[in-house]
């Protein structure tokens, strides 16, 4: 297939343009990403915050402080967010160029192995990351702006996944890789597909491809944690379209007006 035949079926009809169902970019050498995504029918635990609120007069200390996570770290981190810290949820909302967004940290199953500055960083992550990502793909994929974090020793995959607004990180992983954040821009780019209809894709494996565009792309602080511990792959590893990030790296840069 001649490349100008393919430019329109991708950068206008699936990719760039949030193929979404109904409900600057320089080549860098590299490695494939370890990121592990898991599909609705594999069903992940339920994400149940706890939802028990009270005034700030009658509010007890939270079990997170135990652990050294205070409400002030988060209100540094990102002092245009307004947090509340409800037991073991930690609530954010903001708005965002006109938009409303929240962000719940679900930390029940939290040990601690992700540290209290690392819980801070995954948040500050979500600020930069997802509402740069909405504006430009989940509008059109009708995204949902209200995402869930849930840190957990508990769960049986070794890194990260996503179920619909909900995203999964185990807690060992930024204890034993402690650059890896942008395992979360990964899955956040997951969110923003909101299950994209494959039917419109020529191939199922460009929703990783995107994934990982959206890492290489939308990394937390223009790409200082991601630099340090992951790479796209080298252009004579992906071979072909269908297993390339760096063709849509390339496409965006290309062709894009956004």
């Known amino acids: 297939m001649y490349l100008r035949n393919i430019i329109p079926a991708l950068a206008l009809g699936l ?19 370890a990121v592990t995504t898991k599909t609705a029918a594999q069903t992940l635990p339920e994400s149940t915050p706890d939802s028990t609120s009270k005034s700030s007069s009658q509010q007890e200390k939270s ?16 002092p245009d967010v307004n947090t509340v810290i409800t037991g073991t949820t930690v609530m ?27 819980i801070v960083t995954l948040s500050r992550l979500y600020w930069q990351c997802y509402p740069a990502m ?13 995402v ?8 049986d995959y070794e890194i990260a996944a996503t179920e619909r607004d909900v995203v999964y990180l185990h807690d060992n992983w930024l204890h034993d890789n402690p650059d890896d954040f942008d395992c979360m821009t990964h899955e956040l780019a997951h969110v923003i ?25 939308y990394a ?31 496409l965006d840069y290309t062709y894009s007006k956004a």
């Open 15 to 33: 990719l760039l343009t949030a193929c979404g169902s109904s409900n600057d970019s320089s080549s860098k050498p590299g490695r494939t990403s």
């Open 63 to 78: 079990p997170l402080e135990d652990k050294g996570l205070t409400k002030a770290m988060f209100d540094s981190a990102a």
């Open 92 to 118: 954010q909302d903001a708005d965002i160029d006109g938009r409303p967004y929240t962000l719940t940290l679900d930390l029940k199953g939290w040990a601690g192995k992700t540290s209290p500055e690392q």
């Open 134 to 146: 909405y504006e430009r793909f989940g509008v059109s994929s009708g995204a949902s702006r209200d």
């Open 148 to 155: 869930t974090f849930v840190v957990d020793i508990n769960y």
């Open 193 to 217: 597909q909101n299950v994209w209809d494959e039917e419109y894709l020529e191939y199922s494996s460009y929703t990783e491809r995107f994934a990982d565009y959206c890492r290489y792309v």
């Open 220 to 250: 937390l602080d223009n790409g200082y944690f991601n630099d340090s511990c992951w790479r796209l792959q080298d252009y004579f590893a992906e071979g072909s379209r269908e297993s390339s990030v760096r063709f849509l790296v390339w």
